[in-house]
């Protein structure tokens, strides 16, 4: 064992360069047809809302008395029309503007705001991450959807409001995952390795565990927009979000829920499309989870 | 291009002495667990000192507390002559760039998200040099430890064998130019071949870049194999320590002896007549009085329990054992003592 030793190079050929870590993720996306299939639904359910303006075959605020709960497809009106004689595709689309809105402005606002204290909580640890932790618990001690009525009650209606509220519903949850994720990197041997190379917490913070929080939250941020959404229009519905005339599907299904004997189907349509987005958001949340675990190959 | 630290107190000064180390871990509950206990000795230059002991008797912890990761309750670390952490004398960051350490786990001490490259130039990063230096340097070192930077450096921990990977750590803690190098169960969790191709890289970094290790095992044919001094560990305390052939061949302490009775011998000549060590060491949350080792020492008398035995101290061969102190009140004292005079 001791003799003079030769060091074999330890290299089995393998010639193709190692890809970086973002490339693998999208490689394994797009191995994963569900993923693939639901990523450019949602796509599409994005562009439709952005592009409404050039699509749309209606004003979505252009109001007729003869034309009050049509049935699909009359006169041009594919969707119907609602209790005002508003086209429903055209609020549809119009809506999905406000909606995912809702949907993604709070997520992530509580991601970068919740994210940044659990992370702290978590490499603080001490009395620091005491306080921050037994604060969020207080937030949780109420169901969320009863919290996000409270607060964009107290402070009114409103969109903003609204949006404001369904952070601050986010934002305990955000933290713990983000906490959780910290703690476990941040008692392996590689953080105090890099101690004992004397590096800063900044730097530490930045390079070794960053990386390694970011995937746990940002699938647990993607898996919440599909909870904003719902919990927003939930809100709208409530009279507590969006006022109307604005189009927003929540508020589409609280006005057209007392039609619901007349037109069924037009009467579901925004429920539908509360339905079909957060399947997808729900869906590529998935995906991307399991694209994001470095262990699988 | 490379820093290199200066040698201050010339070859005379012991590269690291460690002084009355002390951690006590606080439980739940009250109490503490005295993971370290008092523990001093000192590394010469250019020496390999091996340090052995059963899981739980606190090595770990003391590699933690000789780079300051954790800090000591009590005790001084002296690094080249100057004393760790006081006003006159070397900060922690200068002193992290001269001792590092390699890790156990090669899995959990490699940031999976990061490439080799980077995982290793990121000493070097800290220490300011910018991206390009640091990959070059990264690149330096990797081939120093055998692992092609064109083929190994873009690679994920994940896609490296466990002897490639402790490559890399190696390479990571070598990056910094350091002048000691602690090597915390650095190739327990390899296989036997991977293990006596890393310690024989590790014979080889020591000689090229003239480095000083603490060497720290549960593995006793290793321990002897690469040490020069050997520090053996019970319960947070030093049993015994010396250099490396003499305690391996005439162990002074019970502790060792046993130790040494229980590893698996292949030469019928070299067996030890002293019983084999039996059931798991003593609590550190609750240690027996005076010596830690009198609940499962053969020879224990009533002074065991009275107070523990002076622990070793300077470079000779010696034990913590009051067998080995004339006047202690050991029935055997008597006996080597005169044995010491003749």
């Not at chain 1, 508003?86 to 970068?112: E, F, H, K, S």
């Not at chain 1, 929080?213 to 993607?222: K, N, Q, R, T, W």
């Not at chain 2, 750590?169 to 006596?196: C, H, M, Q, T, W």
Request: proline share 7%; hydrophobic share 45%.
């Amino acid at each position: 064992m001791s003799q003079a030793l030769h060091l074999p190079a330890m290299a089995a050929p393998r010639p193709a360069p190692t890809p970086g870590y973002w490339s693998m993720v999208g490689r394994r996306l797009r191995r994963d047809p569900v993923t693939v299939i639901f990523c450019l639904l949602m796509l599409a359910i994005v562009l439709s809302a952005v592009c409404a303006p050039l699509i749309s075959p209606f004003d979505p605020y252009k109001e007729s008395v003869i034309l009050r709960l049509k049935p699909f497809g009359f006169r041009g009106h594919w969707l119907g029309t609602d209790e005002l004689g508003r086209d429903i595709l055209a609020r549809i689309l119009y809506g999905g503007q406000t909606t995912l809105l809702m949907g993604i402005c709070p997520v992530i606002a509580a991601c970068l705001v919740g994210g940044s204290l659990g992370v702290l909580a978590g490499y603080a640890g001490g009395w620091v991450g005491t306080l921050i932790m037994r604060t969020m618990d207080v937030f949780y001690a109420f169901p969320s959807v009863l919290l996000a009525v409270a607060i964009s009650g107290a402070m009114g209606g409103g969109m903003l409001n609204g949006m404001l509220a369904l952070a601050l519903v986010f934002v305990p949850a955000m933290c713990r995952v983000a906490e959780t994720a910290t703690t476990q990197v941040r008692n392996l041997d590689y953080v105090e390795a890099a101690r004992a190379t004397g590096a800063g917490h900044l730097m530490i913070v930045r390079h070794h565990l960053l990386g390694n929080v970011m995937a746990p939250v940002l699938v647990y941020a993607s898996s919440l927009v599909s909870v904003s959404i719902l919990l927003g229009s939930g809100l709208s519905f409530l009279g507590l979000g969006v006022r109307p005339p604005i189009p927003e599907w929540g508020l589409m299904l609280s006005t057209l829920r007392q039609s619901l004997y007349v037109q069924p189907w037009v009467c579901a349509v925004p429920g539908f499309a509360i339905f079909i987005t957060s399947i997808c958001f729900n869906l590529v949340s998935d995906g991307l989870r399991s694209a994001m675990d470095v262990r699988l190959k | 291009m490379r820093m290199k630290h200066p040698d201050r107190g010339g070859p005379a000064q012991p590269m690291l002495i460690a002084d009355g180390l002390k951690k006590h871990f606080a439980i739940a509950g009250g109490g503490a667990v005295r993971a370290v206990d008092g523990v001093s000795f000192a590394v010469a230059k250019g020496e390999t000192i091996g340090i052995v002991g059963e899981s739980g008797c606190g090595k770990s912890t003391l590699a933690r507390l000789l780079l300051h990761l954790i800090r000591p309750d009590a005790g001084d670390l002296v690094f080249d002559g100057d004393k760790v952490g006081a006003p006159d004398g070397i900060d922690l960051g200068s002193l992290r760039r001269q001792a590092q350490m390699v890790f156990q786990d090669s899995a959990s001490s490699l940031n999976p998200r990061m490439p080799v490259r980077d995982s290793v130039g990121f000493g070097p990063r800290v220490l300011g040099r910018t991206r390009a230096q640091a990959a070059a340097e990264a690149d330096d070192t990797l081939r120093r430890v055998g692992l092609d930077p064109e083929l190994f450096g873009p690679r994920y921990p994940h896609e490296l064998s466990g002897g490639q990977k402790q490559r890399v750590n190696i390479a990571r803690a070598l990056a910094l130019n350091p002048r000691l190098v602690i090597l915390d169960e650095a190739v327990s969790a390899l296989d036997k071949s991977v293990e006596a191709q890393v310690l024989n890289l590790l014979a080889t970094l020591k000689r090229q870049l003239g480095l000083t290790y603490v060497f720290i095992s549960h593995d006793l044919a290793v321990v002897q194999h690469v040490s020069d001094r050997v520090l053996v560990m019970y319960l947070g305390r030093v049993a015994e320590s010396g250099p490396a052939d003499q305690v391996f061949a005439t162990p002074l302490h019970p502790y060792t002896r046993a130790l040494l009775a229980s590893r698996l011998s292949m030469d019928p000549e070299h067996r030890v007549e002293a019983a084999p060590i039996t059931g798991d060491p003593p609590s550190p949350a609750n240690p027996p009085s005076g010596c830690g080792f009198r609940t499962r020492c053969p020879h224990a008398e009533a002074v065991c329990a009275e107070h523990a035995p002076a622990a070793p101290t300077g470079q000779a061969h010696d034990a913590a054992c009051h067998m080995l102190r004339a006047g202690s009140g050991h029935s055997a004292a008597h006996l080597l003592g005169a044995q010491a005079a003749a």
